[in-house]
C-alpha cells in the first residue's frame, strides 16, 4: 500500500512539472540548460563554477530552469533563439520553494521596497538628491534602492534599465508582480544557505547610524561568542538546529529566522520580533503589520514566545525573562521619557504652523530626526541585542543631550518669536509653550528645572560623595 502511494505520488508530481510552471524534478539537465551551459562555461566561467558548487547543479537546475521565460511574459527577451528573462524573482523560486516565498511575501522585507514618502525618502530624492541621473537621483538608486529595492522597469532596448537594475534590495518589486529578491541573501548562483546564517550577510543592510545592528551584534556576547567559534558551528549543515548542530555563536539566522528543536525554518523575520523600534514610538509590531496589509498579524506574545524558544536552547527560562524584563524596561523608558514627549511637542508645532511644509526646511527637524531615527533607534536596538555601548553612549546619552541642549530650546524659540510676532499664530503658539512647560516640570524631566525633590537630591548628593571617596584623588597632606 506504502510503494502504491509513492508512486503515485512520483507520478503527480512528474505530471505536474510537465508544464513550464510547475516545480522542477530532473533526472538529468534539460537540454536548454545544457545549451545555456556550452556556451556560459567559457563566457562567464565565474557563474559557471558558482552554479557547479551549488544544490541546484546537484538537482540538475540549471539555467533555463530559472531563467527560462515566454514570449509575451514581464520582462522576456529572447536570447540565442530561446525566450529568457534576467531576473530571477521570487515567483521563479516559488516553483520549487513555495513555502518559503510565502513566508517572505508576508514579511517586513518584503514591503521594503515601498519607502516612497517617507522621510528617508525624501532625504534621497530631495535634500540629498537632484532630479540628473535618468530623472531622478543618483543617491536613491546608489544608497537606498541597494538596500530596500528598486522598483524594476525594462528599457526600449529589452533590458532592464540602468536606474533599477542591477539591484538585489530585499523589497525590490518586479515585473512580474512579485516582492523581493532571494538573492539577496542567498547570493546567486550558489545560493548558499550556509553563507546565509552568516552575519556577515546581513551586515549589508543592517548597520550604520540609524540601524547598526551589525555592529551591535558584534559588541554583544553573541557576536564575540560567534567570532571565536565561528569554526565549530557546523553551518553548512543542512539541518542547523539550535541546540543539536551547535550550541555556540548564535548568528542573526538563529534567532530570527532558523530552526530549532520545535520550531521550522522561517522567512518571515518577524516571526520572533516583540516590538517594531523603527519609529519615533516603538510599538508592537502586529499594528505594523496591519498598516502594511499584511495577512494574519502575530500578536506579540506569540513571538516573544518564539524567540523565548530559541533563548531556550542555550538558556534558562529565567535568564529569557530577566532579559526581556530589562529590554522591555529600557523601550518605556524612552517611550515615556523622549519618545512620546518629543513627538507630541513636534506634532503641536506643526499643527501651529510654526514649521513649514517642506521636509528638513528648519533646524529643529533635522534635530527631532535624529533624536528618533538615529539615537533613539540605536538605543532601542542596542537594548534589544544586548549590546551596552550602543544603548547608553551610542543610544540615550545622545537622545538625552540633543532633547535638552538642541530640541526644547529651538521649540521654545520658535514659540517665542511666533508670540512675538503676534497674529493668528500666536495664541497656538501659546499652547505648545504650555506643553513644553509641563513636559519639562513632569517627574521625568523636573531634574533640568532644578525641581528635585529633597530626598532625592539627598540620595544623589550621597552617591557622589561616596564616589568622591573611591575615585577622586586627594591631595596627600604636607609635612
Not at 510503494?3 to 524534478?25: P, Q, Y
Amino acid at each position: 500500500m506504502r510503494r502504491t502511494a509513492i508512486l503515485l505520488g512520483v507520478a503527480l508530481f512528474a505530471a505536474a512539472t510537465a508544464s513550464f510552471a510547475g516545480a522542477v524534478l530532473n533526472d538529468q539537465l534539460s537540454a536548454e540548460s545544457a545549451a545555456c551551459i556550452e556556451c556560459h562555461r567559457q563566457a562567464t566561467p565565474a557563474t559557471y563554477q558558482q552554479w557547479g558548487d551549488s544544490k541546484h547543479f546537484r538537482g540538475n537546475v540549471g539555467c533555463f530552469e530559472c531563467h527560462g521565460s515566454k514570449r509575451g511574459d514581464p520582462g522576456a527577451v529572447e536570447h540565442n533563439g530561446t525566450w529568457m528573462h534576467v531576473i530571477v524573482t521570487p515567483f521563479d523560486c516559488a516553483r520549487c520553494h513555495a513555502k518559503e516565498t510565502d513566508q517572505f511575501e508576508n514579511s517586513h522585507h518584503a514591503k521594503g521596497g515601498e519607502i516612497l514618502g517617507s522621510l528617508d525618502n525624501t532625504l534621497a530624492e530631495v535634500v540629498e538628491g537632484n532630479k540628473a541621473f535618468l530623472g531622478g537621483s543618483a543617491l536613491l538608486v546608489n544608497g537606498c534602492q541597494q538596500c530596500h529595492g528598486s522598483t524594476v522597469k525594462m528599457g526600449t532596448n529589452g533590458e532592464p534599465t540602468p536606474d533599477t537594475w542591477p539591484n538585489t534590495g530585499i523589497g525590490r518589486i518586479n515585473l512580474d508582480g512579485s516582492r523581493g529578491a532571494c538573492t539577496a541573501c542567498h547570493q546567486r548562483h550558489t545560493f548558499s544557505a550556509a553563507q546565509a546564517r552568516k552575519p556577515e550577510t546581513c551586515g549589508k543592510c543592517h548597520l550604520g547610524p540609524d540601524h547598526p545592528q551589525k555592529e551591535i551584534y558584534e559588541e554583544s556576547k553573541h557576536g564575540i561568542s560567534y567570532l571565536a567559534n565561528a569554526q565549530s558551528l557546523r553551518i553548512d549543515s543542512p539541518k542547523w538546529v539550535v541546540g543539536e548542530d551547535y550550541s555556540v555563536g548564535p548568528t542573526c539566522a538563529t534567532c530570527h529566522m532558523s530552526a530549532t528543536a520545535t520550531q521550522p525554518v522561517t522567512h518571515d523575520i518577524g516571526d520572533r520580533i516583540s516590538w517594531n523600534n523603527r519609529p519615533a514610538v516603538s510599538i508592537r509590531p502586529e499594528t505594523a503589520d496591519l498598516k502594511l496589509g499584511l495577512k494574519n498579524p502575530i500578536p506579540w506574545q506569540q513571538r516573544r514566545k518564539n524567540m523565548e524558544d530559541v533563548c531556550s536552547a542555550c538558556h534558562s527560562a529565567a535568564f529569557a525573562d530577566s532579559f526581556y524584563t530589562q529590554y522591555d524596561g529600557l523601550i518605556d523608558l524612552y517611550n515615556d521619557k523622549f519618545g512620546k514627549p518629543g513627538s507630541a511637542i513636534f506634532d503641536a508645532l506643526q499643527k501651529a504652523g510654526l514649521i513649514g511644509d517642506t521636509a528638513f526646511a528648519t533646524k529643529i527637524e533635522w534635530t527631532w530626526y535624529e533624536i528618533w531615527h538615529h539615537q533613539g533607534r540605536r538605543a532601542r536596538h542596542g537594548a534589544s541585542m544586548q549590546g551596552p555601548d550602543y544603548t547608553h553612549w551610542h543610544g540615550l546619552y545622545e537622545v538625552a543631550k540633543d532633547f535638552y541642549t538642541e530640541y526644547i530650546p529651538q521649540a521654545q524659540e520658535l514659540v517665542a518669536q511666533a508670540i512675538a510676532a503676534g497674529g493668528p499664530k500666536a495664541e497656538a503658539a501659546k499652547n505648545v509653550g504650555k506643553l513644553i512647560d509641563a513636559t519639562l516640570a513632569s517627574e521625568n524631566h523636573r531634574w533640568f528645572l532644578g525641581q528635585m525633590t529633597p530626598e532625592e537630591r539627598a540620595e544623589r548628593k550621597r552617591q557622589q560623595d561616596e564616589f568622591k571617596k573611591r575615585y577622586v584623588t586627594q591631595t596627600p597632606p604636607s609635612n
